[in-house]
């Protein structure tokens, strides 16, 4: 019972029900849009259901024996390896197979090389600085004519990642680790009378990677700022 009272207690769900008591009682088409953005983008029952969508960009793959393999940087220093990038490459130890390649595009070589070597066995693996963001590793890893078998990133970043490789013709799997945002939200016997604040955040990422692309999209053919900014050698 605790359970299933208490969320509708908690202050996003007292803003719900405050908003249909407000559409009951002015009867506004405004209110009434407004509660039905709230409520849509807040419920788990939705929100499970785009994040089911998304999961298609987010495949994991069995690596064949000597698969070449790019992980994407995920920030750092040069002493601290962040969460992202130890989830990367932990996900990578566990796929790849003896006798593979690793490429990692990071500006912080040592903590990447020394994790991913303390976690996998018989991997050669080498790094160089792609840039600050994405489009410019992309590009890096162009203007070095590298074409990976498989691109490891976070699974928020997968569907961007996937338009990139079609963008520069590789044929890269893009395997993605998980994160908290992303998986599914349980939805008990409220779900459908409720809203969740993590859902709110969901959305959030991914309006940020579909507005990233679409920002490279129209910028690309008049501007650099995707380029890296260094040329490879």
């Known amino acids: 019972m605790k359970d299933i009272l208490e969320p509708f207690m908690f202050p996003h769900n007292l803003m719900l029900f405050g908003l249909l008591l407000a559409c009951i009682v002015y009867r506004k088409k405004g209110l009434w849009l407004l509660l039905a953005f709230y409520y849509l983008a807040g419920n788990s029952f939705v929100a499970n259901q785009v994040r089911h969508w998304y999961a298609g960009h987010t495949s994991s793959y069995s690596m064949a024996a000597n698969s070449s393999v790019v992980v994407l940087g995920c920030g750092g220093s040069q002493t601290a390896l962040p969460a992202c990038a130890k989830s990367r490459l932990q996900q990578l130890a566990q796929l790849l197979p003896d ?10 070589c040592k903590p990447y090389i ?3 070597i303390s976690v996998a066995n018989n991997v050669a693996v080498d790094c160089f600085y792609g840039g600050d963001n994405t489009y410019k590793e992309f590009n890096s890893l162009a203007a070095r004519q590298l074409k990976p078998d498989y691109i490891v990133t ?3 970043h997968a569907w961007r990642v996937k338009q990139l490789t079609r963008h ?3 044929n890269s799997q893009v395997v993605a680790t998980s994160s908290q945002t992303f998986r599914q939200v ?3 016997l409220n779900c459908l009378l409720t809203v969740n ?13 579909f507005a990233s ?5 129209v910028t690309r053919s008049w501007t650099d ?3 890296p900014a260094e040329p490879a050698n």
């Open 213 to 217: 692309y679409a920002v490279f999209v």
């Open 225 to 227: 700022w995707y380029q």
């Open 99 to 108: 006798g593979g390649s690793v490429m990692m595009t990071t500006q912080y």
């Open 186 to 188: 349980n939805c008990g």
């Open 114 to 116: 020394d994790y991913l």
């Open 154 to 156: 976070s699974d928020f």
């Open 168 to 170: 520069h013709g590789f």
């Open 197 to 209: 604040l993590t859902n709110f955040d969901f959305y959030s990422k991914l309006t940020a990677e």
